[in-house]
């Protein structure tokens, strides 16, 4: 589409006609010799009748005119509006704190196949489609062990966060499972973030066992940031030891942040989980609309430059064509030693 942004210029349209109205002229001298054939040397000039005279006058004004519109044209700076480019700018950030102890390597969930599979194996599968539904949001992600650690930051380029997670395995953080400082890491990450929601969803299959900082206590510092913490057990609530499956502090840690608890037995359950986050965590997309210009005040520019050289070319020509008689009948002749005009027809 093509727009003017300067259309005010077109008030410059009627200068040359307001100064010649209002700025005296100067008086030119000129020089003039009495001879009594003054009346053909005019015919002659004027090319034989005072019709064509004022069809040259018009014709002058006219190329004139055109010439300043075109130059105004150019002030008016016309511009090409390119169709709008858009962007989705990010209107929440997720961090993804995924468990990759020892125990996420027992095989008791099942794939879309109908196979056994690890635990972690299915989170992998489940987070990934989870992903796919997250256009508009920065993902990062989170491995933790016996320590965390940043796996991908926050970034829109989800297949490079899938890719990322695929890369994972179980025990490349250690054996032992330190969720809370997981969650300490995640808040230290959304320190640099600008995002009106902030949200942490962690998948883990054991109870904290190498932490520093207490879950529920990280909890709460993410609330006071408002960061909202929703966590995912996986695992088998009947096992012992140190790979028992603390349901109680995700519990907490999820009402502390504000979050939900969701339990996953297996795949199928895993997957519904993330159909419930995808309504808890409904979708937000923001996207901001750019339209480039592109500048086009060197055409009429470039129009004014070859129409003028054209008229000037034309008026040259019509000189020429209106001073061949003169030569031709040869009615004056200037004597070169005293300097008298002569009749010579």
Same mark, same amino acid.
């Given at each position: ?11 410059l ?14 008086p030119?001298p ?37 010439v ?7 002030l ?17 950030d ?5 468990? *990759?102890?020892? %125990?996420?390597?027992h $095989?008791?969930? @099942?794939?879309?196949e &109908?196979?056994? #599979?690890?635990?972690?194996? =299915? ?18 992600l989170?491995?933790?062990?016996s ?12 297949? *490079?966060?899938? %890719?990322?997670?695929? $890369?994972t395995? @179980?025990?490349m953080? &250690?054996?032992? #499972?330190?969720?809370?400082? =997981? ?25 904290d ?13 993410a ?18 030891g ?13 009402t ?29 997309i923001?996207?901001?609309?750019h ?7 060197y ?43 002569e009749?010579?027809?």
């Amino acid at each position: 589409m093509l727009i003017l942004s300067h259309p005010w210029m077109f008030l410059l349209v009627p200068l040359p006609w307001i100064l010649v109205k209002l700025v005296p002229q100067p008086p030119v001298p000129s020089l003039a010799v009495r001879v009594p054939f003054g009346k053909r040397i005019k015919s002659a000039s004027s090319g034989g009748g005072g019709v064509e005279q004022i069809t040259r006058r018009w014709g002058k004004l006219i190329a004139t005119g055109l010439v300043w519109l075109l130059i105004v044209t150019a002030l008016a700076k016309p511009q090409w509006l390119e169709p709008p480019i858009e962007k989705t700018v990010p209107t929440r950030d997720l961090l993804l704190l995924v468990d *990759l102890s020892g %125990s996420m390597d027992h $095989e008791d969930f @099942v794939d879309k196949e &109908g196979m056994k #599979t690890d635990r972690l194996t =299915a989170v992998k599968q489940v987070v990934g489609d989870f992903l796919i539904h997250r256009q508009g949001d920065r993902v990062g992600l989170v491995v933790f062990g016996s320590a965390p650690f940043l796996q991908a930051p926050f970034s829109t380029d989800l297949k *490079l966060v899938r %890719s990322l997670l695929d $890369e994972t395995s @179980v025990g490349m953080a &250690g054996p032992r #499972t330190a969720l809370g400082d =997981a969650i300490g890491l995640g808040i230290n990450l959304f320190e640099n973030s600008d995002a009106p929601v902030e949200t942490i969803i962690a998948l883990t299959d054991g109870n904290d066992t190498a932490s520093q900082v207490p879950p529920v206590e990280a909890a709460r510092v993410a609330k006071e940031r408002d960061i909202r913490i929703h966590t995912v057990a996986i695992g088998d609530p009947q096992t012992v030891g140190e790979e028992k499956l603390d349901e109680q502090t995700l519990r907490d840690v999820a009402t502390t942040a504000g979050g939900k608890y969701f339990f996953a037995a297996d795949r199928e359950a895993l997957s519904h989980i993330y159909d419930e986050l995808d309504k808890i965590e409904t979708r937000k997309i923001s996207e901001v609309s750019h339209r480039p210009r592109r500048d086009l005040y060197y055409w009429p520019l470039l129009a004014a430059l070859l129409f003028s050289l054209v008229a000037k070319g034309l008026q040259l020509i019509n000189r020429a064509k209106l001073a061949a008689p003169i030569a031709k009948n040869k009615l004056v002749r200037v004597d070169p030693l005293s300097g008298k005009l002569e009749v010579v027809t």
